[in-house]
């Protein structure tokens, strides 16, 4: 049973944007917070972003300002909208669903991660 698969990631400049969505099973997404986190090379996950049930948010220091964490409840989907990407930002990223908004360490991520989606940025 697939509950989260991710998209929208790719290769692209500094200063760019990209948009990132997750499609998530109603299993999950339903009843909880949601969160982006993302991977780099030899580095441990971290989270990016999260959104709780009722949309509050928050953010990395790292991208405060850049990145917006949104969702759509009819949808059963979670974006993550990024702009002013830098060479830091490269890193596989993920969603999942976390049981409160204030939780910021991945192994509390509640669901089977997903493949995640590649961001590379670079010129």
């Known amino acids: 049973q697939v509950q989260l698969v991710e998209s929208g990631g790719g290769l692209v400049q500094p200063g760019a944007s990209l948009r990132l969505s997750c499609a998530a099973s109603?299993?999950?997404?339903?009843?909880?917070?949601m969160a982006w986190y993302r991977q780099a090379p030899e580095k441990e996950r971290e989270l990016v972003a999260v959104i709780s049930i009722l949309g509050r948010t928050n953010y990395a220091d790292s991208v405060k300002g850049r990145f917006t964490i949104s969702k759509d409840n009819d949808r059963n989907t979670v974006y993550l909208q990024m702009n002013n990407l830098n060479v830091d930002d490269t890193a596989v990223y993920y969603c999942n669903a976390v049981r409160s908004f204030r939780y910021t360490d991945y192994r509390q991520a509640l669901g089977s991660w997903g493949q995640g989606t590649q961001v590379t940025v670079s010129s």
């Open positions: 109603r299993s999950i997404f339903s009843g909880n917070a």
